[in-house]
């Protein structure tokens, strides 16, 4: 199982996307892929072939993934032909007319968005097979896109994303206080820009950060890995690890590879091994 390659976006661009993730490989047997919240939102353009959800629903072969607080699992067999852009939480917003809310826990097919532009592209890079050129595709697309959204609340919010990456303890009424917000309007104006509350957004990072730790330290101690998180225990790091990735730290060391898109610049399948 190839990992997939790591492209990185063009300078004016950069700030608005974390990488484009290419991924092709061929499988002979089923395969089931984990996925988790990762902090970060998804548009996928998918040519290979049909992965299912747990349900037995198939996932749209080209989609935006909202943020997700809940973990999930895809099968397939086959071929998966992929590239998804990876962007910052924010960095959907200047792209696409597209209220964060809308994809929130979702895997919005492209199909029934109204955007020309967008069905465009989509349709473009389904018929194009080399992969350079769908990447000057997808970036001649955003650059054409791309408007001000550095507005007040937008930098308020992304100020606030900073704080919440750089501190593991952290609470909503401080962000609120130091975006000079009141602690109700900043909720609300949070939940806009992101698609999840605050306090559901600063859950995913905390547990991004405990799976880049065990990432970097596997054999890292689970009270040390609670305090470096910003957890208040182990039992509440256990909890919420579970929440989000439906197993312990110790469970998931042991089935597969740790990994955070948030906090790390590659890329990686996580196949469940049973």
Known sequence: MKNGNIIYPSPPLSQYVK????????????????????????????????LYFSTGDKQPKNFIRGQLSFPGTLSFSGNIDMIAIIFYPLGLIPFLKLPSSEVY?????IDTIRDTGLN???????????????????????????????????????DSIQSIKEQTSITVSGLADKACLGYRHFKRV?????????????????????????????????????????????????????????????????????HSTFFSNECRINLINY
């Not at 826990?105 to 097919?109: E, S, V, W």
């Not at 605050?198 to 054999?219: C, D, G, W, Y």
């Not at 208040?232 to 989000?244: A, E, G, R």
Request: aromatic fraction near 12%; hydrophobic fraction near 30%; charge should be positive.
């Open 19 to 50: 990488y484009y993730w290419v991924v092709k490989t061929n499988s002979t047997v089923s395969n089931a892929i984990q996925t988790i919240p990762s902090g970060c939102i998804h548009l996928v353009f998918h040519r290979g072939n049909d």
């Open 105 to 109: 826990n979702q895997y919005l097919d």
């Open 120 to 158: 465009e592209l989509k349709t473009r890079i389904s018929n194009e097979e080399n992969t350079t050129e769908c990447i000057r595709l997808i970036e001649h697309f955003l650059l054409n896109r791309i408007r001000n959204a550095n507005d007040y609340n937008y930098n308020r919010i992304s």
């Open 190 to 258: 949070f939940t806009k820009y992101t698609g999840m509350s605050p306090k559901e957004f600063i859950k995913v990072i905390r547990f991004q950060r405990t799976l880049h730790s065990l990432q970097n330290m596997p054999a890292i101690d689970m009270a040390q890995l609670a305090y470096s998180s910003g957890f208040y225990d182990q039992p509440h790091l256990v909890k919420d690890f579970k929440s989000m990735s439906g197993c312990t730290p110790t469970e998931y060391v042991s089935s597969r590879k740790p």
